[in-house]
T-cell receptor
Framework: DAKTTQPTSMDCAEGRAANLPCNHS???????VYWYRQIHSQGPQYIIH???NNETNEMASLIITEDRKSSTLILPHATLRDTAVYYC???????????FGSGTQLTVLP | DSGVTQTPKHLITATGQRVTLRCSPR?????VYWYQQSLDQGLQFLIQYYNGEERAKGNILERFSAQQFPDLHSELNLSSLELGDSALYFC????????????????FGPGTRLTVL
């Protein structure tokens, strides 16, 4: 599976949109981008995934660039409860496992 | 609440001992995954079972073993425990085997915190 690069940490003001970037320049055509988050010591929580089209669900939006080399997870109205480590994962299925990197520590500030 | 349950929540034991961690997947999920999260290693995939059969293996030590039972619950057995085995152990489940890139959302349990003294 392709490697991902994320900023170590980010801050966001409560009520504002949180935009979390992820670079995956070596992604191949059949690899999906998955996002999970982990609130302190809890089990990771699935957020969203996509292949090439932008995706939206009740939690977030995922914007994937046309060349698929990067993506952005958008939390439209961040709350204090969104403070967590966010993991961007590229997954093809052939490896049959999710590989979690270091992620981005998002801190939502009051 | 993901629907995945893990017992016990906390486990304290001594070096050299053996412990068993238990996981009940979400209703209807056939795949179970085990992960280890320690402070210095991050979240590491250990092993996956699908409908009772081992499906994928990650960085699982030979001292560790797992199985999935006919009722789909799974157990992770850790033996000859060392101080370095102290970690959070998470179980996750998903409906499918994980083949292909989509439909691979995994739902994680609350974890078992293992402390080896």
């Amino acid at each position: 599976d392709a490697k991902t690069t994320q900023p170590t940490s980010m801050d966001c003001a409560e009520g504002r949109a949180a935009n979390l970037p992820c670079n995956h320049s070596t992604i191949s055509g059949n690899e999906y981008v998955y996002w999970y988050r982990q609130i302190h010591s809890q089990g990771p929580q699935y957020i969203i995934h996509g292949l090439k089209n932008n995706e939206t669900n009740e939690m977030a939006s995922l914007i994937i660039t046309e060349d698929r080399k990067s993506s952005t997870l958008i939390l439209p109205h961040a709350t204090l409860r969104d403070t967590a480590v966010y993991y961007c994962i590229v997954f093809s299925g052939s490896a049959r496992q999710l590989t979690f990197g270091s992620g981005t520590q998002l801190t939502v500030l009051p | 609440d993901s629907g995945v349950t893990q017992t016990p929540k906390h486990l304290i034991t001594a070096t050299g001992q053996r412990v068993t961690l238990r996981c009940s997947p979400r209703s209807g999920d056939l795949s179970v995954y085990w992960y280890q999260q320690s402070l210095d290693q991050g979240l590491q995939f250990l092993i996956q079972y699908y409908n009772g059969e081992e499906r994928a293996k990650g960085n699982i030590l030979e001292r560790f073993s797992a199985q999935q039972f006919p009722d789909l619950h799974s157990e992770l057995n850790l033996s000859s425990l060392e101080l370095g085995d102290s970690a959070l152990y998470f179980c996750a489940s998903s409906p499918r085997a994980g083949a292909g890139g989509s439909y691979n959302e995994q739902f994680f349990g609350p974890g078992t915190r293992l402390t080896v003294l």
